[in-house]
């Protein structure tokens, strides 16, 4: 089967070759999915450039954190998922972008019915992260403020959707004007585009000086430090992901006067559904030492699905697929992606 591989570390161009290789035998736990549509995430241009220390396998490897497709084939326990169309995601979140792709049980839902193949593949990681996010980690209540960094993005205009279907005021922040009508139809109520003003200045005087209830950020760095002069007493920042430096991710960044005086929590949240106990990860799954690995339980993700699944139904949330590209065309993609130029997601059509 072809799949693309990561064969050396560079931009997208450089590192990704296009090859033929051995198709994956599922193992215990695990399914093969025939791939219609696998997606782009940020992650995977840090992937191309080997700087994103969580997926850092030896290389090649094969790029793509997730797809949806026809479960072709099943190892020991994962039987009852042969046949039906799933969204899923790869034992240590590669594999993705291949004609057949290796998912863990753990990490499979099954495709909405109302989504078409690549409705379905925009809307896995978005709204599960989000959901995970908002309303797991940051406990939203209706009437909150909810700040949604890179509203416009892939997971941000998932964020917006929720926290707007929640009943919470959502402002929202884009680098560039034309993602601004983009973010507010899907119901952020102030959209404010950073390269004209400066955004905490923005966010505290559409407060009238108040502050957000909760903070989703997937931009890290500077943002983070930014956003914390946003937020309430007892407010939260989730911290989501650093699309602005990978780097962040293992730079310090908050004292403990900071959390002291602002009297509000740092949160940390990750997708990825296991059972298994709470430090016993798989070194695949964490390259890099961290003092402890807790990812959610199977239960948390089948709960996060069903009420997905009932807002979808009910026409509150809808995936954005912003650009469709060919397989052939993986790394076009990926630089369109790495050029902040995108808005929802970026499918890759087989
Ligand atoms: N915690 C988890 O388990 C998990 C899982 C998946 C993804 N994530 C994270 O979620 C975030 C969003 O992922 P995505 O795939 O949906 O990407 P995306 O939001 O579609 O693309 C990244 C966006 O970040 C914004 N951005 C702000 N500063 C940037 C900078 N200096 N360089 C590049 N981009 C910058 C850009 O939008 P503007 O120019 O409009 O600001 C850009 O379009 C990422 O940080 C990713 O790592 C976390």
Redesign the pocket.
């Known amino acids: 089967m072809r799949a693309w591989q990561v064969v050396r570390h560079g931009a997208p161009s450089e590192a990704l070759e296009l090859r033929d290789v051995p198709t994956p035998e599922p193992g215990p736990g695990e399914i093969l999915v025939e791939a219609s549509a696998s997606?782009?995430?940020?992650?995977?241009v840090?992937g191309c450039y080997g700087r994103?220390l969580t997926i850092d396998p030896t290389l090649p490897y094969t790029l793509g954190?997730e797809c949806v497709g026809r479960v072709v084939a099943a190892g020991p326990g994962a039987e009852a998922w042969l046949g039906k169309r799933v969204t899923t995601s790869g034992p240590g979140g590669t594999g993705a972008h291949a004609e057949q792709v290796l998912g863990s049980a753990a990490m499979t839902f099954e495709a909405p019915d109302r989504l078409d193949d690549a409705e379905a593949a925009a809307f896995f990681?978005?709204f599960h992260?989000a959901h995970?996010?908002l309303h797991e980690r940051g406990r939203l209540a209706k009437g909150e403020t909810v700040l949604v960094?890179?509203?416009?993005?892939?997971?941000?205009?998932?964020a917006v959707q929720l926290a707007a279907a929640a009943g919470a005021r959502v402002i929202a922040?884009?680098?560039?004007q034309d993602?601004v009508g983009f973010v507010e139809s899907l119901g952020a109520d102030v959209v404010v585009n950073?390269r004209d003003v400066e955004f905490d200045k923005a966010v505290l005087e559409a407060t009238g000086g108040r502050g957000v209830d909760v903070c989703f950020d997937?931009?890290?760095?500077d943002?983070t430090m930014r956003s914390l002069r946003c937020l309430v007493q007892g407010g939260r920042h989730l911290?989501?992901?650093?699309?602005?430096?990978?780097e962040a991710e293992e730079v310090p960044m908050v004292s403990g006067r900071v959390l002291c005086f602002g009297n509000f929590d740092l949160i940390?949240?990750?997708?990825?559904y296991l059972d298994a106990p709470p430090s016993g990860i798989p070194g695949e799954y964490a390259p890099v030492p961290v003092p402890r690995f807790n990812p959610c339980s199977t239960e948390t993700g089948r709960r996060v699905q069903a009420h997905l699944v009932e807002l979808l139904e009910a026409g509150r949330i809808r995936p954005v697929v912003?650009e469709r590209f060919p397989f052939d065309t993986l790394p076009v993609a990926l630089a369109r992606?790495?050029s902040?130029?995108?808005?929802?997601?970026?499918v890759i059509e087989r």
Do not use: Q, W
Not at 39 to 44: D, L
Not at 239 to 244: D, L, N, R
């Open positions: 997606v782009c995430n940020y992650n995977e840090d994103y954190m990681y978005p992260l995970l996010g960094h890179a509203a416009a993005g892939g997971v941000g205009s998932a922040t884009v680098g560039s993602k950073y997937g931009v890290g760095g943002v911290i989501v992901g650093f699309a602005s430096g990978i940390g949240v990750i997708l990825t912003g992606m790495e902040r130029a995108t808005m929802g997601r970026i």
